[in-house]
């Protein structure tokens, strides 16, 4: 890739806090996410010049929303603009503005659906843009000068000064600026006064766009797939219902090193031969399981039970492409 040719950073917006707007500068809870433009926030990066170096920025907004909220609609559109931005020869990078809140599983869909050496970097914000000192301008300039660092690749994550890759990158914090971690593997690198520092150079994964094939299928046909955990004292019965009502794949978060409470052992194994797909995952916050584990297929890579299911939704829209 011949780095000086590119000459374009597209910023693709799509709500979050980064965008929320609350009535008092000291409110960091009471605000509606998802409220100002991206290009509104562009324009309250300070010395974007210099983080640029002659780049020219493009902004578009995708969607306008609280990432709670976010759907499979939204992840294909976005995905489609990606790769359409991607393909043009003059693009560098893209930046993806984010909620926090489900920011991890639209970076992991990204990664699976795109097709590219380019990097994509996804930023967010704790604190609303209103805030006395909101945390989204800096992490939009750092995530610009990651997004021109020509060793990054793939998709990336930047907030608090960390970045993340799609595979390890999980929200940890409901409230602090650094909320962002990448368990017991540590960031990927740090923005410091915008100088990118690698932990350890980022490689094209073997995950890179496996699954470009999806994006040809409407996300109104894409099937059913849910999360369910073992807990104490938990029911059989939602399985049941989940089967009737057309579920399609089953991600079961385990307790530890992927158990399974008994009580739910018959409703699993009965949906399983009924052809749902089940895959198992620990409840763990880090760490992934461990050696053969109960009567159904470990999900890849230790994710955790959020990716895991984006995983299985690839893998059953696109079957025979893994
Ligand atoms: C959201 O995820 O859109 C709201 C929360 C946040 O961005 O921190």
Redesign the pocket.
Known sequence: MDTKKLQKIVVLGT????A?TAARAEDLTGYT??QLGVQLLLSGVPGLSETLQGDELVSEQVAQ????DMDHATWQALALRSAHWLGQSDVRAVVIT??????EETAWFLQQVLHTDKPVVLT???RPATALAPDGPQNLRDALAVARDPRAVGVLAVCAGQIHTAQRVQKVHPYRLE?FSSGEFGPQGWIEQGQVRWAESPTRSAEQGHAHHALGVPSANWPWVAVLHSHAGVEARQIDAWVQAGLKGLVVAGTGNGTVHQGLMSALLAAQAQGVAVRLTTRCAEGALVGPVAAFQAAALGLNAYKARVSLLLELIAPGHH
Do not use: Y
């Open positions: 709500g979050g806090t980064i929320g996410a998802g929303l609280d990432s709670k984010h909620g926090t809140d489900t920011l967010c914000a704790m909320a």
